[in-house]
Structures are given as structure tokens and as C-alpha cells.
């Protein structure tokens, strides 16, 4: 993670090729969402830090944590009710995040997902590949099952310039209380 922090700081190159990372466990509750909060806060830091070291205003939005899962009930909830405002919105703001210079896609490994909602997650991954726009993921599944979820065509491109980082061990969930 250390190592992959260090690479933040090219973000202001003209060509930072940041690696995208990938933290995958079968198992719930190892701390991927964690490690993903910490990678979006150091993100951060970096950007902020940058941009007064070369004397720039700071982007207003550097980077964006985005929970499929919660976004996807949204999704399935305001199509089921036919509300389309609400689905126009909530495209509008996934669409965006094809366009943030860092982003998080928590949960990205949604079997459940339904063929429109996975077909906005597709475009939002393919423009960021496309634009070499860093992304992490977290998940479930592993980097080689992705085109179950997906095509075999955007798994193929999720794994292009990946950093595979699977996470081991047993559940930590609750342990903070104790
Ligand atoms: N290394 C760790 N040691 C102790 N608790 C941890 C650790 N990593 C995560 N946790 C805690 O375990 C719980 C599950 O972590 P989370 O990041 O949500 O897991 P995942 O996203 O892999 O399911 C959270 O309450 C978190 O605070
Ligand atoms: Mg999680």
C-alpha cells in the first residue's frame, strides 16, 4: 500500500500513469472498504500538498468514494417505482465519476446487478480506462471471475494496468466494540 501511496504524488505529471488497484477476499470484513478509505484519503493529501507546492488551486472535487451496493438499491428502488427523475439523477452522478481523477468503486463485484445498472458501471470503467484515470476496487470476486459479472471484454480491461491486492484472513467486523 505504501508503495502505491508513493505514486499519488505523480498525479500532477502530464502523463502520471497511476496504476489502478484491485482488493479482493472472498470473505466479507478483512478490510478492503478500509484500505480503500485510507488509499482515497492519502489521494487527497497528495493533491492537496501538490497543488500548494506548485501553486495551484485544488481541484474542487479531487477524488470520489462510490458505494455500488448502496447506489444499485437506489438504482433498482427508483426503477421499480418508475421515478425518472430520480433515475435521470442518479445516472447524471454515476456518469460523473467517470470523469473524477481518483475514484473508489466499493463492491464492484455485483452479481445481482441488473443489465442496465451494470451496463452504467460498464461505461463509467471504460471511460476511465480509456482516459487512464485511476480506480480502485473492492470485491468479492475475483479479478479472473469478472467477466461473469461483466463482459470478458471490460475484464480484460479492468486487469489492464491492475495491481492485484488480495486481502486474506479472517472476518474483523465487530472487533472495534469488543
Ligand atoms: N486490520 C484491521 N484490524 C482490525 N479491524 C479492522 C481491520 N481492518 C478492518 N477492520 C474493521 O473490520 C470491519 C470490516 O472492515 P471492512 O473494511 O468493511 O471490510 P470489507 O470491506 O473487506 O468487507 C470494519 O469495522 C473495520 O473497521
Ligand atoms: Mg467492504
Given amino acids: 500500500m505504501d508503495a502505491y501511496v508513493a505514486t499519488f504524488e505523480r498525479q500532477f505529471d502530464?502523463?502520471?500513469?497511476?496504476k489502478s488497484a484491485y482488493l479482493y477476499s472472498d470473505e466479507p470484513g478483512t478490510g478492503k472498504t478500509?484500505?480503500?478509505a485510507g488509499l482515497i484519503n492519502a489521494w487527497l493529501r497528495a493533491h492537496y500538498v501538490g497543488a500548494a507546492r506548485l501553486g495551484r488551486q485544488p481541484l474542487r472535487k479531487p477524488a470520489e468514494f462510490f458505494d455500488l451496493n448502496e447506489y444499485q438499491t437506489a438504482y433498482n428502488?427508483?426503477?421499480m417505482a418508475g421515478d425518472?427523475?430520480?433515475l435521470q439523477a442518479l445516472t447524471k452522478r454515476l456518469n460523473e465519476a467517470a470523469r473524477v481523477p481518483f475514484l473508489v468503486l466499493d463492491d464492484v463485484g455485483i452479481r445481482s446487478a441488473s443489465e442496465a445498472f451494470r451496463g452504467l458501471v460498464h461505461a463509467v470503467i471504460?471511460?476511465?480506462l480509456a482516459a487512464g484515470r485511476p480506480t480502485v476496487y473492492?470485491?468479492?470476486i475475483e479479478m479472473g471471475d469478472l467477466a461473469?459479472?461483466?463482459d470478458a471484454r471490460l475484464a480484460d480491461r479492468i486487469r489492464d494496468n491492475c495491481q492485484d491486492l488480495p486481502f486474506v484472513g479472517k472476518s474483523k467486523r465487530g472487533l472495534r466494540k469488543k
Fill in 138 to 140: 473492492t470485491s468479492n
Fill in 148 to 150: 461473469d459479472v461483466y
Fill in 14 to 18: 502530464d502523463k502520471p500513469a497511476i
Fill in 84 to 86: 425518472d427523475v430520480k
Fill in 126 to 128: 471504460n471511460a476511465r
Fill in 34 to 36: 478500509t484500505t480503500a
Fill in 77 to 79: 428502488l427508483a426503477a
